[in-house]
Nanobody, 128 residues
Framework: QVQLVESGGGSVQAGGSLRLSCAAS????????MGWFRQAPGKERESVAA????????YYADSVKGRFTISRDNAKDTVYLQMNSLKSEDAAVYYC?????????????????????WGQGTQVTVSS
């Protein structure tokens, strides 16, 4: 069983920055591909970013490219989402997710159904 705990959410003005963290209790964290998703009120959950278990490959939704950066520290069992130039449309509950993969690999996954484990979410509010 993998437990994921997000932190770092909060309220920020448009144009500001936040860094989300997701700490995992996953045994061999390096064997998990990770993703960040978000869900705003009245909207469907959407993929934001993903990173391979090796950390070498990443994916970003078009809406966040150039503004958000996903990274991971396998020694700390943590994945991060650095969010810069935040916009009002970025406001949502952000979730991290984990998918077991066969060892260190280059694959990333941006579909929610690919993931087995989810965190409880952290709220991001952006005021204009």
């Amino acid at each position: 069983q993998v437990q994921l705990v997000e932190s770092g959410g909060g309220s920020v003005q448009a144009g500001g920055s936040l860094r989300l963290s997701c700490a995992a209790s996953a045994g061999t964290f390096g064997y998990y591909a990770m993703g960040w998703f978000r869900q705003a009120p009245g909207k469907e959950r959407e993929s934001v970013a993903a990173i391979s278990s090796s950390g070498l490959n990443t994916y970003y939704a078009d809406s966040v490219k150039g503004r958000f950066t996903i990274s991971r520290d396998n020694a700390k069992d943590t994945v991060y989402l650095q969010m810069n130039s935040l916009k009002s449309e970025d406001a949502a509950v952000y979730y991290c997710a984990a998918k077991r993969v066969p060892g260190y690999s280059s694959g990333y996954y941006y579909t929610g159904s690919d993931y087995t484990y989810w965190g409880q979410g952290t709220q991001v509010t952006v005021s204009s």
